[in-house]
């Protein structure tokens, strides 16, 4: 069974740039043909894609963050990464990373436990 | 492409049927239309995708149908464990869009 798991601080200042990985576990995520997604929830809210990355590297992002988002991807030790740059409370929410099938459709079919992360002073 | 799930909360009781619709704003492939349910402290869990294919694991009880630039989500019997929130989920114009989520609560 496929598992994700998401890593990184839960505390972060404004302005400041931070990384999240998800180590995935069960399957290789340089083989199958899918991507890898990050997915965010603000507390009360809902659910807002930032986006995907491939095996290959290619990237998709979500246009309302891109200029501030990097998603990475590392085939040789099975993780990918999220980098988010100046950092404001309105990031503060709980960080999820997806297995995200985009042939023949568009989902997300196993997605981590998530994390939060808050920013704060 | 904007989603629009109604309704916002959903009353009902366990056995009877549960009809949950979201309207995209522009027209979205068929095979790009899905559906989540989410559990407090969980993260969500793909139900949907295709408009009308169940997941992996999911009950015969939960179904998809779509009309034009609406798609619907029906569970037929609710059961307890289906009270929850239910998000719609669309990929179109280059962005992946969720809706805003109808919460199915126990009536």
């Known amino acids: 069974q496929l598992q994700l798991q998401e890593s990184g601080p839960g505390l972060v200042r404004p302005s400041e740039t931070r990384s999240l990985t998800c180590t995935v576990s069960?399957?290789?995520?340089?083989?199958?043909?899918?991507?890898w997604a990050w997915i965010r929830q603000a507390p009360g809210k809902g659910l807002e894609w930032i986006g995907s990355?491939?095996?290959?590297?290619?990237?998709y992002y979500n246009s309302s963050l891109k200029t501030r988002v990097t998603i990475s991807i590392d085939t040789s030790n099975n993780q990918f990464s999220l980098t988010l740059n100046s950092v404001s409370a309105a990031d503060t929410s709980v960080y999820y990373c997806?297995?995200?099938?985009?042939?023949?459709?568009?989902?997300?079919?196993?997605w981590g436990q998530g994390t939060l992360v808050t920013v704060s002073s | 492409i904007v989603l629009t799930q109604s309704p916002g909360t959903l009353s009902l009781s366990p056995g009877e049927r549960a009809t949950l619709s979201c309207r995209a704003s522009q027209s979205v492939s068929s095979l790009f239309r899905g559906w989540y349910q989410q559990k407090p402290g969980q993260a969500p869990r793909l139900l949907m995708y295709a408009a009308s294919s169940r997941a992996s694991g999911i009950p015969e009880r939960f179904s998809g149908s779509e009309s034009g630039t609406d798609f619907t989500l029906t569970i037929s019997r609710l059961e307890p464990e289906d009270f929850a929130v239910y998000y719609c989920q669309i990929y179109g114009g280059s962005l992946i869009t969720f809706g805003q989520g109808t919460r199915l609560e126990i009536k």
């Open positions: 069960g399957g290789s995520i340089g083989s199958g043909g899918y991507y």
């Open positions: 997806a297995r995200h099938v985009w042939s023949g459709g568009s989902y997300f079919d196993f």
């Open positions: 990355v491939f095996s290959t590297g290619r990237t």
